[in-house]
């Protein structure tokens, strides 16, 4: 589950301009991303790996009721939402969370990788 969402969380940050895409295409109600279906391939690809990943572990890895769609959706989210609002947070706050040395900042990165394993394992 951590390969999944560090693969995830260094694709957006590798990746700005393809959120700010992300972004327009939500404003414009997904209008030219509905045309295409090689972006359709790529996210199913990402919601397999994430049900596969609860399908492939044993019982009791993984705490019951959790919804593997919800989960990778909340990944996704603590992966860019820093990179989409980067402009107002830097305003906000008078920190650049698009930077590359918070973005390395280990701490922070350590934190997210924990919000996840602190969320899915069996208690």
């Keep these: 589950?951590?390969?999944?969402?560090?693969?995830?969380?260094?694709?957006?940050?590798?990746?700005?301009?393809?959120?700010?895409?992300?972004?327009s295409e939500n404003l414009l109600g997904a209008k030219f991303l509905t045309r295409s279906k090689a972006s359709r391939r790529c996210h199913r690809h990402c919601c397999?790996?994430?049900?596969?990943c609860?399908?492939?572990?044993?019982?009791?890895?993984?705490?019951r009721g959790i919804d593997p769609l919800q989960l990778y959706v909340s990944m996704v989210?603590?992966?860019?939402?820093h990179i989409l609002n980067a402009p107002t947070f830097s305003?906000?706050?008078?920190?650049?969370?698009?930077?590359?040395?918070w973005r390395a900042a280990a701490p922070a990165r350590h934190r997210d990788d924990d919000c996840v394993l602190g969320f899915v394992p069996s208690r």
Aim: net charge positive; no cysteine; charged share 20%.
């Design 1 to 23: 589950m951590i390969e999944l969402f560090d693969s995830t969380y260094s694709h957006f940050a590798a990746n700005p301009l393809f959120i700010r895409i992300l972004a």
């Design 48 to 52: 397999w790996r994430s049900k596969k």
């Design 91 to 101: 305003h906000f706050v008078r920190h650049q969370p698009s930077s590359p040395s």
């Design 77 to 81: 989210a603590m992966s860019y939402v």
């Design 54 to 63: 609860f399908h492939e572990a044993k019982e009791g890895v993984f705490r």
